[in-house]
């Protein structure tokens, strides 16, 4: 059964700490996602990548970068989390090209107080 | 620009009945692809389907059916005869030459026992 995990499923962290959100994908897919979910907004690409150490900004890169060192892992990261950036937060991966299907994992809910 | 919109934010329906969940879209190019995806309670959207610019064939799936129109720039989806399980909030999206998936807002269905 393919499988994207996501290393927390609610999160809570403080306002200026710096927030390591992971993700790690079983399928040797090429392809993964970052996105932000949030009401009446819908989903948001945050940051892609094509493969290892690859990264493309999204639609709203702004306050987050990320890191992938293996292929199976995509890391988000929040350098100094703010309130604004309280969100559910979706991992997806898929085979190149980008038009075939996503799998995504659960998802996490980070809060920043 | 690309757009997806899905004017409807929430629909309620009895079992039994048929729901149709629109989508329109806006892109400058002529290839491009379409989806439909679920989000469940649990929260991991899944993959429905995927058309792409030049297929205007309208597809079935079991109770899932989609009526892909360019000359209103629509992809609508209909479910026939609604279940509980149907539950879901359900996303539309484009990927055109810009290679990067926006997604609609979502529509939350309600499916009444």
């Known amino acids: 059964d393919v499988k994207v995990t996501q290393s927390s499923r609610y999160l809570v962290k403080r306002t200026g700490e710096k927030v390591f959100l992971e993700c790690v994908q079983d399928?040797?897919?090429?392809?993964m996602f970052w996105y932000r979910q949030d009401p009446g907004l819908g989903l948001r690409l945050i940051y892609f990548?094509?493969?290892?150490?690859?990264?493309e900004k999204g639609d709203i890169p702004e306050g987050y970068s990320v890191s992938r060192e293996k292929k199976e892992r995509f890391s988000l990261i929040l350098e100094s989390a703010s309130t604004n950036q309280t969100s559910m937060y979706l991992c997806?991966?898929?085979?190149?090209?980008?038009?075939?299907?996503?799998?995504f994992g659960p998802g996490t809910r980070l809060t920043v107080l | 620009a690309q757009k997806v919109t899905q004017a409807q934010t929430e629909i309620s329906v009895v079992e039994k009945e048929d729901v149709t969940l629109d989508c329109v879209y806006e892109t400058r190019d002529t290839t491009y692809y379409l989806f439909w995806y679920k989000q469940p309670p649990s929260g991991e959207l899944v993959f429905l389907i995927r058309r792409n610019s030049f297929d205007e064939q309208n597809e079935i799936s079991g109770r899932y059916s989609w009526n892909f129109q360019k000359s209103t720039s629509s992809f609508n989806f209909t479910i026939t005869a609604s279940q509980v399980v149907d539950s879901a909030v359900y996303f539309c999206a484009l990927i055109d030459r810009d290679d990067k998936i926006i997604f609609g807002k979502g529509t939350r269905l309600h499916i009444l026992p």
């Open positions: 990548s094509y493969d290892v150490k690859m990264k």
């Open positions: 997806a991966s898929s085979l190149p090209p980008t038009v075939n299907e996503q799998f």
């Open positions: 399928m040797d897919h090429e392809n």
